[in-house]
């Protein structure tokens, strides 16, 4: 699949694809939105389209991403 738009041009593969396209089609709720808000904007991601793609996947960001950027070595201490 090839997404091309504003000068940029992507071609994904059938898996990648077919994850964004059920992203895209997975309905959530605002609350959704709304839980998973500080975790998205960590990730630098929309919070709608973030919210879509945790549900679609059933993974967590960081479990999709790995660390945001700039989480250094500290990361997840207390």
Known sequence: MTISGGGVRQT???RTAGMMERMYRTPVTQEEVREGM???LRYGFEPLMAARLRKASG?????LMGLPRG???SAGRR
Do not use: I
């Not at 993974?59 to 479990?63: F, G, I, T």
């Open 59 to 63: 993974c967590s960001l960081p479990e």
């Open 38 to 40: 500080a975790e998205a």
């Open 12 to 14: 994904m593969d059938a």
């Open 71 to 73: 989480a250094g070595a």
